[in-house]
């Protein structure tokens, strides 16, 4: 290798060790969390067992106002939403804000309106999970550093793509020499694993971008900012208010910025419809299993039922006029813009949704990829340490290719705000590590 190339070799190693310095830790907890919620269906099920499941009985249920009534004799307060059960065999969910304005999801057996159990809204085990894969369970400034960690595993697979490329090489580029005590082997492991998962963690980290706090929000407002926070290609054409979907459903991303409609107080001319017909005109005009019913918030409040599953084509989201029963709006994954869809598409493939089981287990094997690809780089590391020094790589004896890495990771930055900050911090702590590494080679 010319010293030119050696350079820069050493120049791209140096920012991949920073960079793994940097979202380790991160990335096994995003892989964990990650690889349990591919499941969460499932899981929670399985744990709520007691509460979400029923015995399936050839007998009629009992109407949707008859489960929420019986929801709302167990807990005192208003009900704001409501979940018909999506098979045979589970619980209606009512959810409920108390007088002192906790939420409750009440869960009631609709062949005979009694409740099976409640528990906190958005209580589930896999809720959890998700608030911790996401950050959030620890608050908005946390969720920050999702978009940053996103940014540095792209920098992490891309130097790592250049480490990797065999120049020659035979060994360790889809093999593993040695053994567990050799540090080869974990060089040689580490490498062929990155090969293998580079790709998909480039895709997730790319696709998880849109949930961060700065960027995914600003791209969101860019994509459905001028349609009362609706993706190009819905039309709008009704009153709207202030309130927000989100703030009543979780959504999908394209919808965190939704208005809501109004109902026609002035011209109703008679009684709301009432939940009952509400979700039976849900179920007429064909929404998915498992669609959710937000209840009106007021007298211009509208029922909105929705649902997110894991065919895109069935994606929907119907606001009924609680007077008329009119849909005032009835949109679907067909009338997003180009770009809606291609995040919602991106999203969804993230989530292991989009192509049911086999979606879910290279996702579930990548994510144990990206664990053994953590690991690898540790033992490898503190077998190459030198005592009582972090082992950082070697700067190059030319700065030039340095500064030529530096103008490339820039381009990211201005991308990613967030990440471009790091980025700087970085390449000051960089430049002082140097500095310090010249000082002591003076003095010797």
């Given at each position: 290798?010319?010293?030119?190339?050696?350079?820069?070799?050493?120049?791209?190693?140096?920012?991949?060790?920073?960079?793994?310095?940097?979202?380790?830790?991160?990335?096994?907890?995003?892989?964990?969390?990650?690889?349990?919620?591919?499941?969460?269906?499932?899981?929670?099920?399985?744990?709520?067992?007691?509460?979400?499941?029923?015995?399936?009985?050839?007998?009629?249920?009992?109407?949707?106002?008859?489960?929420?009534?019986?929801?709302?004799?167990?807990?005192?307060?208003?009900?704001?939403?409501?979940?018909?059960?999506?098979?045979?065999?589970?619980?209606?969910?009512?959810?409920?804000?108390?007088?002192?304005?906790?939420?409750?999801?009440?869960?009631?057996?609709?062949?005979?309106?009694?409740?099976?159990?409640?528990?906190?809204?958005?209580?589930?085990?896999?809720?959890?999970?998700?608030?911790?894969?996401?950050?959030?369970?620890?608050?908005?400034?946390?969720?920050?550093?999702?978009?940053?960690?996103?940014?540095?595993?792209i920098l992490l697979v891309l130097t790592g793509l250049y480490l990797w490329w065999p120049r020659g090489r035979r060994g360790g580029?889809?093999?593993?020499?040695?053994?567990?005590?050799?540090?080869?082997f974990w060089r040689d492991l580490h490498a062929v694993t990155g090969l293998f998962v580079g790709g998909i963690i480039?895709?997730?980290?790319?696709?998880?971008?849109?949930?961060?706090?700065?960027?995914?929000?600003?791209?969101?407002?860019?994509?459905?900012?001028?349609?009362?926070?609706?993706?190009?290609?819905?039309?709008?054409?009704?009153?709207?208010?202030?309130?927000?979907?989100?703030?009543?459903?979780?959504?999908?991303?394209?919808?965190?910025?939704?208005?809501?409609?109004?109902?026609?107080?002035?011209?109703?001319?008679?009684?709301?419809?009432?939940?009952?017909?509400?979700?039976?005109?849900?179920?007429?005009?064909?929404?998915?299993?498992?669609?959710?019913?937000?209840?009106?918030?007021?007298?211009?409040?509208?029922?909105?039922?929705?649902?997110?599953?894991?065919?895109?084509?069935?994606?929907?989201?119907?606001?009924?006029?609680?007077?008329?029963?009119?849909?005032?709006?009835?949109?679907?994954?067909?009338?997003?813009?180009?770009?809606?869809?291609?995040?919602?598409?991106?999203?969804?493939?993230?989530?292991?949704?989009?192509?049911?089981?086999?979606?879910?287990?290279?996702?579930?094997?990548?994510?144990?990829?990206?664990?053994?690809?953590?690991?690898?780089?540790?033992?490898?590391?503190?077998?190459?340490?030198?005592?009582?020094?972090?082992?950082?790589?070697?700067?190059?004896?030319?700065?030039?290719?340095?500064?030529?890495?530096?103008?490339?990771?820039?381009?990211?930055?201005?991308?990613?705000?967030?990440?471009?900050?790091?980025?700087?911090?970085?390449?000051?702590?960089?430049?002082?590590?140097?500095?310090?590494?010249?000082?002591?080679?003076?003095?010797?």
């Amino acid at each position: 290798m010319s010293n030119k190339a050696q350079d820069l070799y050493r120049a791209v190693w140096r920012w991949h060790f920073y960079a793994g310095l940097i979202v380790i830790p991160f990335l096994i907890s995003l892989a964990v969390t990650g690889a349990l919620y591919l499941f969460h269906d499932s899981i929670d099920r399985w744990w709520h067992a007691d509460l979400m499941t029923v015995e399936a009985r050839e007998v009629a249920t009992v109407e949707a106002s008859a489960q929420r009534d019986a929801a709302l004799a167990a807990v005192d307060g208003e009900a704001f939403r409501y979940v018909p059960p999506a098979s045979a065999t589970q619980a209606a969910e009512v959810d409920v804000t108390r007088p002192d304005g906790s939420r409750v999801a009440v869960f009631v057996d609709p062949y005979d309106g009694e409740v099976t159990g409640q528990m906190p809204y958005r209580g589930t085990v896999m809720w959890l999970v998700r608030s911790l894969h996401s950050l959030s369970y620890f608050g908005t400034t946390a969720s920050m550093v999702i978009e940053i960690v996103g940014g540095w595993a792209i920098l992490l697979v891309l130097t790592g793509l250049y480490l990797w490329w065999p120049r020659g090489r035979r060994g360790g580029v889809v093999t593993v020499r040695g053994r567990p005590g050799k540090r080869v082997f974990w060089r040689d492991l580490h490498a062929v694993t990155g090969l293998f998962v580079g790709g998909i963690i480039l895709f997730l980290a790319v696709t998880g971008m849109p949930w961060s706090t700065v960027w995914g929000s600003k791209v969101n407002e860019l994509a459905n900012g001028h349609n009362f926070g609706y993706p190009d290609g819905v039309r709008v054409n009704v009153p709207m208010s202030e309130a927000r979907l989100a703030e009543r459903e979780a959504t999908s991303w394209s919808l965190e910025q939704a208005q809501l409609p109004i109902s026609d107080v002035e011209g109703a001319g008679a009684a709301a419809i009432g939940l009952d017909r509400a979700v039976a005109t849900f179920d007429g005009l064909g929404l998915a299993p498992g669609y959710a019913v937000s209840l009106p918030g007021g007298p211009e409040g509208v029922y909105t039922g929705s649902v997110y599953p894991d065919d895109l084509s069935r994606q929907r989201v119907v606001h009924l006029d609680q007077y008329s029963g009119e849909a005032l709006l009835d949109m679907n994954y067909a009338d997003y813009g180009p770009l809606g869809r291609g995040l919602e598409w991106g999203i969804n493939v993230h989530l292991g949704q989009q192509y049911g089981l086999a979606n879910q287990l290279i996702l579930a094997l990548a994510c144990a990829g990206i664990v053994l690809l953590c690991v690898s780089s540790a033992v490898m590391w503190w077998k190459r340490r030198p005592t009582g020094r972090l082992g950082v790589p070697p700067a190059p004896a030319d700065t030039r290719p340095l500064r030529g890495v530096l103008a490339l990771l820039a381009i990211g930055g201005v991308l990613f705000p967030l990440v471009g900050a790091s980025l700087i911090v970085m390449a000051t702590v960089d430049a002082l590590v140097r500095r310090r590494a010249a000082g002591r080679s003076a003095v010797a």
